[in-house]
């Protein structure tokens, strides 16, 4: 099969498109053929070589998938069933992988390959968020900042069908319009000066209960001014450090809460997000999707703005 591999870490061109043999499924788990695979930002951390955690050379990136199980000895995965995988032993970035059964889950026929490929990492870090974390509640005002890439749209979905009062922000005209179509009562352009003061205006001055935030090195001292008495900026994204003034948080008896989706309650995480995918109610939106081939501009646009939902390759 054809997978993309990672033998040095380094710039987006370490991503090599080579002939691998096939993965086997052990006990408990499935192969899947895939036909696509969600792109996330770790995935370019990683392959940068600046993460935390960084797996063994060479390897074939990639956790997020969907297609259609070729092997497994679970009872409800029989080969042919349609399938997103929220996690993968070999890597996604293939034509087909490896996975515990546990994180593979039917696919309902309405959604293409490539909406599934776009569920694991963005929609499962966004429900961790905003209602494990940040305790998200029916009627709260929320605001998405970046609300326009894979977990923001993700996020904004699921906080209106949760009933939250949501507003977004992006960075060009069409990514607003896709804040505004998912379901935002209101977007403003991260790009525009004056916007945190438009902001702060569309709360009556109040603030929001709660703040999504993510790009914190950027916004975390003004989301301090943002946040109402006794809400919560819970941090999702960070690209480096930022200098904060405490008393914004004390003054308003403000929490900020970190989020690591890894290690989350995937099983219950993931219960969740096939349901609202089976009521209609969340529906990944594709910005872009590119051949397998193309996984360097894929890391490339990843890692730069103008988001328009989810970045996937397809196979
Ligand atoms: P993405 O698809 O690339 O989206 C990035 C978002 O940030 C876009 O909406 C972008 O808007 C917005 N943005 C850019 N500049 C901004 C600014 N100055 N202020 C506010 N927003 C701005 O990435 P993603 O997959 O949604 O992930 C978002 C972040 O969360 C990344 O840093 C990622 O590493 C992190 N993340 C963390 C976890 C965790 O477990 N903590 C899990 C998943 C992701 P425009 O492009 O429209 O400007």
Known sequence: MKAIRVSQFGDPAVLKLEEVPDPAPGPGQALVRLHAAGVNPVEAYIRSGKYARLPALPYTPGMDGAGVVEQSDAAALPPGTRVYVTGSLTGTYAEKSVSAASDVHPLPDRLSFEQGAALGIPYGTAVWALFYRGQA????????????????????????SAGLRVTGTAGTPEGLDMVRQNGAEAAFNHRTPGYLDQLKEATGGRGFDMILEMVANKNLASDLGLVAAHGRVVVVGSRGPIEIDPRAAMARNADIRGVMFFGAPTGEIFDRISSGLEDGSLAPVIGEALPLEEAARAHEQIMTSAARGKIVLTM
Request: proline share 0%; glycine share 20%; hydrophobic share 50%.
């Open 137 to 160: 509640r029916w009627g709260e005002r929320l605001l998405i900042h970046g609300a326009s890439g894979g977990v923001g749209i993700a996020a904004v979905q699921l906080a209106r």
